[in-house]
């Protein structure tokens, strides 16, 4: 019997379910013992060896900026996550897979062979503001214009969708992670100090607004220093945080007035009426609907759970594959 599998790959995590639910949800991670090829653990596992590892153990992400930069690295985890999954090649796995509508054509059929190799059967390939927007309840395969804003940790995606198809499109390789990379270079050059990646991120999640507007709040985080790499505790403030915010807002807030702007006229009036969503992990900041709201003149939503809406979409898809089928053939080219 056939298994079903969604894959959802980001920069930052990486989702798969199969009909039943979510079976992984864990950071895009793989550490791999380079003396001998093999995978020594992936997601939170290989999060926790970040740092403790020794010279011949590597951990790797695979992507940067929503684009695939180590295809075998890819394979590998894929396959990691079959295992997980409890799929083999006897399985005869049938898999949906989100991809960046920036990917290119070399990109796209590397990602499939690497879930061949892993052991698929047949891997369907669906953009990723279409797996949004199906995750959302849209009606993409209908002749009505809907608007997806997908933000994630490295690439920024805008789409306005109608009759299954992407009629406009906006990209920006560039996410939560490059807000992160700024305040950890701040903190460096005004401080003298690094930071942690997950203590970056968690400063942005608690103090970040996308309006800038300063809470007065001040945090001691754990840090080292760059000249003598002592540990010290360093005081971080709202104000430094939201600087850091600046360009990813403004980036993204051009990204979707130029989607908008190329929108046929009877599809801009959709949109007008039914306004803009915002998925992925970085729509959770704070404010940003509200800057995105008042830069595109139409309204503008963070969805419920946004950073699963991509996989939710991905499951419906294996629910309704045959009726989904013309929709997946047209998008994975």
């Known amino acids: 019997m056939a298994t079903d599998v969604a894959i959802d790959i980001g920069t930052a995590s990486t989702r798969l379910a199969t009909t039943r639910g979510v079976v992984f949800d864990e950071p895009t991670l793989v550490a791999i013992d380079t003396s001998t090829g093999d995978v020594i653990d992936i997601g939170h596992g290989a999060l926790d060896l970040v740092g403790r590892t020794t010279r011949h153990i590597v951990v790797f992400r695979p992507l940067a900026q929503g684009a695939t930069v180590d295809f075998d690295v890819t394979a590998r985890l ?95 390789r560039m996410g939560g992670g490059d807000i992160e990379a700024t305040l950890g270079s701040l903190l460096r050059s005004r401080r003298g100090v690094v930071v942690a990646p997950g203590t970056l991120e968690a400063l942005k999640i608690s103090m970040g607004s996308a309006r800038r507007l300063s809470s007065g709040q001040t945090v001691l985080v754990p840090a080292r220093t760059v000249d003598r790499g002592r540990p010290v505790e360093v005081a971080v403030t709202s104000d430094i945080v939201n600087e850091a915010l600046g360009d990813v807002v403004a980036q993204t807030a051009r990204l979707l007035e130029e ?49 699963t809406v991509i996989i939710r979409g991905l499951q419906l898809c294996l629910e309704e594959m045959s009726s989904l089928h013309a929709l997946l053939r047209d998008v994975d080219r």
Request: glycine content about 10%; hydrophobic content about 50%; some cysteine.
């Open 259 to 307: 989607c908008l702007s190329d929108a046929p006229p009877d599809l801009s009036q959709d949109i007008s009426e039914r306004g803009l969503t915002l998925v992925g992990g970085h729509a959770q900041l704070r404010d940003f609907a509200d800057v995105l709201a008042l830069a595109t003149g139409i309204t503008v939503t963070v969805a419920n759970e946004p950073a």
């Open 78 to 172: 894929i396959a990691a996550l079959f295992e997980r999954a409890g799929v083999s090649k006897l399985s005869r796995a049938r898999v949906v897979m989100s991809v960046p509508s920036l990917a290119t054509s070399i990109e796209r059929r590397a990602l499939r062979q690497a879930a061949l190799q892993a052991g698929a059967k047949e891997v369907s390939l669906i953009e990723a503001p279409i797996a949004a927007a199906i995750g959302l309840g849209l009606a993409v395969q209908d002749p009505i214009g809907s608007a997806v804003a997908v933000l994630g940790a490295g690439a920024s995606e805008a789409a306005l969708m109608s009759l299954g198809g992407i009629v406009t499109s906006g990209t920006r």
